[in-house]
T-cell receptor
Framework: EDQVTQSPEALRLQEGESSSLNCSYT??????LFWYRQDPGKGPEFLFT???AGEEKEKERLKATLTKKESFLHITAPKPEDSATYLC?????????????FGSGTRLSIRP | NAGVTQTPKFRVLKTGQSMTLLCAQD?????MYWYRQDPGMGLRLIHY???????AKGEVPDGYNVSRLKKQNFLLGLESAAPSQTSVYFC???????????FGPGTRLTVL
């Protein structure tokens, strides 16, 4: 069964304290893995797409990496404005448009 | 360019009442989706559409109906609301299968 698990559920960091969020997945052939950011009371906002193991993408203080079983979202020297819920989603190769599976997210809180 | 908009933003219904949620996108996207988001469960797909005049069931379609009469609009209907349908509803669109999704701001629905 296709599955996406994110950990930890919640993470509190001090400003400047780097860390990583994990997204573990089980799908029958990965077509793409997506990271989104969601602020309270708003819709998810796209961050990255990763397609194959070994691929990395960066945007400001965020870097996403991908292996055959999991993806990490690394946050370097975070600022309070990075506080949000980060969602991971996977799409299986050969699947229909309905087979987009979201994880339950990691709530990140950065203290000044 | 407004992106994806949703109407209404908030709604309170009594059990058994009906309502329609409207999603509109101005990006000429082919694919549109309706999700519900509940605490600790991530985003779950209700229905989706791969083009004007087409709709299909997602993971949790029971109790909902949809229509896509115009390419830019995707309507979600609740014929007889139940307390279990209390949730935050998000609409999303994408130009084609496999691309990142663009989300609306959400509709917070409470069914008493």
């Amino acid at each position: 069964e296709d599955q996406v698990t994110q950990s930890p559920e919640a993470l509190r960091l001090q400003e400047g304290e780097s860390s990583s969020l994990n997204c573990s997945y089980t799908v029958s052939g990965l077509r793409g893995l997506f990271w989104y950011r969601q602020d309270p009371g708003k819709g998810p906002e796209f961050l990255f797409t990763l397609y194959s193991a070994g691929e990395e993408k960066e945007k400001e203080r965020l870097k996403a990496t991908l292996t055959k079983k999991e993806s990490f979202l690394h946050i370097t020297a975070p600022k309070p404005e990075d506080s949000a819920t980060y969602l991971c989603a996977v799409q299986a190769r050969g699947s229909s448009a309905s087979k987009i599976i979201f994880g339950s997210g990691t709530r990140l809180s950065i203290r000044p | 360019n407004a992106g994806v908009t949703q109407t209404p933003k908030f709604r309170v219904l009594k059990t058994g009442q009906s309502m329609t949620l409207l999603c509109a996108q101005d990006m000429n996207h082919e694919y549109m989706y309706w999700y519900r988001q509940d605490p600790g469960m991530g985003l779950r797909l209700i229905h989706y559409s791969v083009g004007e005049g087409t709709t299909a069931k997602g993971e949790v379609p029971d109790g909902y109906n949809v229509s896509r009469l115009k390419k830019q609009n995707f309507l979600l209907g609740l014929e007889s609301a139940a307390p279990s349908q209390t949730s935050v509803y998000f609409c999303a669109s994408t130009p084609s299968w496999g691309n990142e999704q663009f989300f609306g701001p959400g509709t917070r629905l409470t069914v008493l």
